[in-house]
């Protein structure tokens, strides 16, 4: 029942300790994965953003583009100093000389009709547009309208070669292992670690064209978001979390692989498991041993007399029929102390118990192993000497006698010499143990009654 108990207990805490590391292994693993797509989004999108944003308030800026009389090397100048401290292609799109002027030197005419970005984006009403341009060698944008009191006066901005996101992008993969993409407002991809999905020659490839895309189900594309979304990409299994680039409009889309997360999670799993198994093991074990020492000492309290520790009766019954059950002959001795009571009534009660210890030692200390002596009652003693003829128990009987007559046996301060009379049977068939205490009861009683301090033998009479 105990057992049972324990079982159960360490099965739930089991389920309950592995579903908790689960857990918080998936969380662990979700977050590892997502800190460093954050990280890249802060690094490579929203640092120029902000280093943009900052210079496009400049007084200086906009003192330059308010002005008729664009003088082109002051901006060229402004351009290239800029980017030689932030590291990043700055451009200019001036809306009253309807020029841009790029950080590298070169400008482009704003012609309507053959420079299209710049005419749409003005009619925007947001006011930071990331965009991907210039087709000859594709350019990361972000564009920034810069207004005095107000006023549209152009765009500032930065560029940069997709070349170099696609050396950042395969760095990130090799390290953390996952894929990303990123789209645009009209779910085209603008940026991607996968270099195929990168725009070419104008023509983007959208989100809904990818092939994990179209194997979602319709409903999970009806809730709006892919976040935890397990999709399968070239046979592999990979859970997407999506994150939102909220100055662009943009939305970034991790694809962890599964494998990776999931051996790391079975690997826990697996060391929970093993873990718990060793503690119930442990657990069983020592209720085991415990239960097991526990009945052992109740058994032997019960088959143990108090007084002596010799085999009480029920011990000696138990050894009896082991005897016969292994087909052995039995020589048996009964013996009782002489005038015990006398010894009581001159030395105490006490004083008799301590001779009865030191009895049961004499004898325990005489016999071969595999005889049993045991108390029988009172001032009496049983002996089983199993493989034994009669003559032998007989002698055995006599010997005991002599060694007990030598004894001196000492309470305290008193020393005395006590004797006892000794009564032997012998069955070398299946007899009944009262039938053969019976015999030796009778031989006893004959020793007694012919002047104590002897051995007497009586055998059954053949059937
Ligand atoms: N100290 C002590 N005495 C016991 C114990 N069990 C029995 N006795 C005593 O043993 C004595 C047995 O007395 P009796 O049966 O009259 O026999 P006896 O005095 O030994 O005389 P015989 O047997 O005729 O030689 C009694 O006084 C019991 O009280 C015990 O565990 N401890």
Same mark, same amino acid.
């Given at each position: 029942?105990?057992? *049972?108990?324990?079982?159960?207990?360490?099965?739930?805490?089991?389920?309950?300790?592995?579903?908790?590391?689960?857990?918080?292994?998936?969380?662990?693993?979700?977050?590892?994965?997502?800190?460093?797509?954050?990280? $890249?989004?802060?690094?490579? $999108?929203?640092?120029?953003?902000?280093?943009?944003?900052?210079?496009?308030?400049?007084?200086?800026?906009?003192?330059?583009?308010?002005?008729?009389?664009?003088?082109?090397?002051?901006?060229?100048? #402004?351009?290239?100093?800029?980017?030689?401290?932030? /590291? #990043?292609? *700055?451009?200019?799109?001036?809306?009253?000389? !309807?020029?841009?002027?790029?950080?590298?030197?070169?400008?482009?005419?704003?012609?309507? =009709?053959?420079?299209?970005?710049?005419? !749409?984006?003005?009619?925007?009403?947001?006011?930071?547009?990331?965009?991907?341009?210039?087709?000859?060698?594709?350019?990361?944008?972000? /564009?920034?309208?810069?207004?005095?009191?107000?006023?549209?006066?152009?765009? *500032?901005?930065?560029?940069?070669?997709?070349?170099?996101?696609?050396?950042?992008?395969?760095? &990130?993969?090799?390290?953390?292992?996952? /894929?990303?993409?990123?789209?645009?407002?009209?779910?085209?991809?603008?940026?991607? +670690?996968?270099?195929?999905?990168?725009?070419?020659?104008?023509?983007?490839? @959208? $989100?809904?064209?990818?092939?994990? &895309?179209?194997?979602?189900?319709?409903?999970?594309?009806?809730?709006?978001?892919?976040?935890?979304?397990?999709?399968?990409?070239?046979?592999?299994?990979?859970?997407?979390?999506?994150?939102?680039?909220?100055?662009?409009?943009?939305?970034?889309?991790?694809?962890?692989?599964?494998?990776?997360?999931? @051996?790391?999670? +079975?690997?826990?799993?697996?060391?929970?498991?093993?873990?718990?198994?060793?503690?119930?093991?442990?657990?069983?074990?020592?209720?085991?041993?415990?239960?097991?020492?526990?009945?052992?000492?109740?058994?032997?309290?019960?088959?143990?007399?108090?007084?002596?520790?010799?085999?009480? !009766?029920?011990?000696?019954?138990?050894?009896?029929?082991?005897? $016969?059950?292994?087909?052995?002959?039995?020589?048996?001795?009964?013996?009782?102390?002489?005038?015990?009571?006398?010894?009581?009534?001159?030395? =105490?009660?006490?004083?008799? /118990?301590?001779?009865?210890?030191?009895?049961?030692?004499?004898?325990?200390?005489?016999?071969?192993?595999?005889?049993?002596? =045991?108390?029988?009652?009172?001032?009496?003693?049983?002996?089983?000497?199993?493989?034994?003829?009669?003559?032998?128990?007989?002698?055995?009987?006599?010997?005991?006698?002599?060694?007990?007559?030598?004894?001196?046996?000492?309470?305290?301060?008193?020393?005395?010499?006590?004797?006892?009379?000794?009564?032997?049977?012998?069955?070398?068939?299946? !007899?009944?143990?009262?039938?053969?205490?019976?015999?030796?009861?009778?031989?006893?009683?004959?020793?007694?009654?012919?002047?104590?301090? #002897?051995?007497? #033998?009586?055998?059954?009479?053949?059937?």
């Amino acid at each position: 029942m105990i057992l *049972f108990a324990v079982v159960v207990v360490s099965i739930v805490t089991l389920v309950h300790f592995t579903a908790s590391k689960i857990v918080a292994e998936q969380s662990r693993a979700q977050q590892q994965s997502i800190s460093p797509a954050i990280s $890249l989004i802060v690094d490579q $999108l929203l640092k120029p953003l902000h280093v943009s944003q900052t210079l496009a308030e400049a007084k200086e800026l906009k003192d330059l583009m308010k002005n008729p009389e664009v003088d082109e090397k002051t901006v060229f100048e #402004m351009l290239r100093r800029l980017e030689l401290e932030f /590291d #990043m292609e *700055f451009f200019i799109a001036s809306d009253l000389t !309807r020029m841009q002027y790029n950080s590298n030197g070169t400008k482009l005419a704003l012609v309507e =009709g053959k420079v299209d970005w710049y005419f !749409r984006y003005k009619e925007w009403q947001q006011d930071a547009i990331a965009d991907i341009g210039q087709w000859e060698d594709p350019n990361f944008y972000i /564009d920034l309208k810069v207004y005095d009191d107000k006023k549209f006066v152009g765009f *500032f901005g930065i560029s940069k070669s997709l070349d170099s996101f696609v050396d950042i992008f395969a760095q &990130y993969k090799a390290l953390h292992g996952y /894929d990303f993409i990123f789209v645009d407002q009209d779910d085209n991809i603008a940026l991607s +670690s996968d270099p195929e999905l990168i725009v070419n020659k104008t023509v983007f490839t @959208t $989100l809904q064209s990818l092939e994990w &895309y179209e194997g979602l189900s319709s409903e999970r594309i009806a809730k709006g978001s892919l976040n935890n979304a397990l999709v399968s990409i070239n046979g592999k299994d990979a859970l997407i979390a999506e994150v939102k680039v909220d100055p662009f409009g943009w939305t970034m889309y991790l694809l962890t692989p599964l494998q990776a997360r999931q @051996t790391e999670i +079975s690997r826990s799993f697996i060391v929970s498991v093993v873990t718990l198994l060793v503690i119930i093991f442990a657990l069983f074990f020592l209720i085991y041993h415990l239960l097991y020492h526990f009945k052992k000492d109740m058994q032997k309290n019960f088959q143990t007399d108090p007084l002596t520790r010799l085999p009480n !009766r029920n011990k000696v019954e138990l050894r009896y029929a082991e005897m $016969l059950d292994k087909k052995q002959s039995v020589g048996l001795i009964l013996i009782d102390i002489d005038h015990f009571k006398t010894v009581n009534d001159t030395h =105490g009660h006490n004083a008799g /118990d301590q001779v009865l210890r030191q009895i049961a030692k004499l004898l325990q200390n005489q016999l071969r192993d595999g005889d049993v002596v =045991g108390r029988w009652g009172g001032e009496e003693f049983v002996l089983l000497l199993p493989d034994t003829t009669a003559d032998q128990a007989f002698e055995v009987a006599q010997k005991l006698r002599e060694n007990l007559a030598k004894m001196t046996a000492s309470t305290g301060s008193i020393s005395l010499q006590v004797t006892a009379s000794f009564g032997v049977s012998h069955t070398d068939t299946e !007899r009944a143990l009262t039938d053969l205490l019976g015999y030796a009861d009778d031989a006893l009683y004959q020793a007694k009654r012919d002047g104590r301090n #002897m051995v007497k #033998m009586q055998l059954a009479k053949a059937a």
